[in-house]
């Protein structure tokens, strides 16, 4: 596609619940980003691929939050174990170089109940 | 510790006339700003860019400043148009770093 697309767009967990979210970038883009955005927040930065290789993930609040991007293209963020904190919306962005324009995607709304 | 500040949460303008949005930020390493348009439900889109070689640039009727000595930068859109109505993020990162730095936004509502 165009664009940066993720899924499932909403997802309702219960506590305790493991859930993945899926992120497949713009085509040939080599960066990858997750952020989180809590309400009346700006996102707020997650973790960073490029291609493969996760560079940074000083943002991952803790150890039940995980990503990879195994082939350099789709991502998954894992977030296991899941408390009502979790409760926000997850954005994936891509850029074509690193600390440049990033394009997101419509994000998945997160609600755990 | 929040470096990119956007201190008006929201902002009115009617339509033809011109919206100004701030942004401050504290990280004199910044050196890329980014500004991004929200409407409910979807992800932030992208509206433009300033690099801190330049002070301003300009796409349209949306124009980027860019204050280095102020650490600020604003974004002036004329004329207003009702569609414009949606949330505005500004956004900083570093040359040496990878992840943008965003601001809390500002809700402009263009009225008719």
């Known amino acids: 596609g165009a664009g940066v697309s993720q899924s499932p767009r909403y997802k309702v967990a219960k506590r305790g619940q493991d859930v993945a979210l899926r992120c497949d970038p713009i085509?040939?883009?080599?960066?990858l980003f997750w952020y989180q955005q809590a309400l009346g927040q700006g996102p707020e930065f997650l973790t960073y691929?490029?291609?493969?290789?996760?560079?940074?993930k000083s943002g991952l609040p803790s150890d039940r939050f995980f990503a990879e991007r195994p082939e350099g293209s789709v991502s998954t963020l894992k977030i296991q174990r899941t408390q009502q904190e979790d409760s926000a919306v997850y954005l994936c962005?891509?850029?074509?170089?690193?600390?440049?324009?990033?394009?997101f995607g419509p994000g998945t709304r997160l609600l755990v109940l | 510790d929040q470096q990119v500040k956007q201190n008006s949460p929201s902002l009115s303008v009617q339509e033809g006339r011109i919206s100004i949005l701030n942004c401050d930020y504290t990280?004199?390493?910044?050196?890329?700003f980014l500004w991004y348009k929200k409407y409910p439900a979807e992800g932030p889109t992208f509206l433009i860019s300033?690099?801190?070689?330049?002070d301003k640039n300009e796409d349209g009727r949306f124009t980027v400043f860019l204050n280095k000595s102020a650490k600020h930068l604003s974004l002036h859109i004329v004329p207003s148009q009702p569609g414009d109505s949606a949330v505005y993020f500004c956004?900083?990162?570093?040359?040496?770093?990878?992840?943008?730095?965003f601001g809390t936004g500002t809700s402009l509502t263009v009225i008719p």
């Open positions: 990280n004199s390493m910044f050196d890329y």
């Open positions: 300033i690099s801190s070689i330049k």
């Open positions: 956004a900083a990162s570093a040359r040496a770093g990878n992840q943008f730095y």
């Open positions: 962005a891509s850029s074509l170089l690193p600390a440049r324009t990033q394009y």
């Open positions: 691929f490029q291609n493969e290789a996760q560079l940074d």
């Open positions: 085509s040939g883009h080599v960066s």
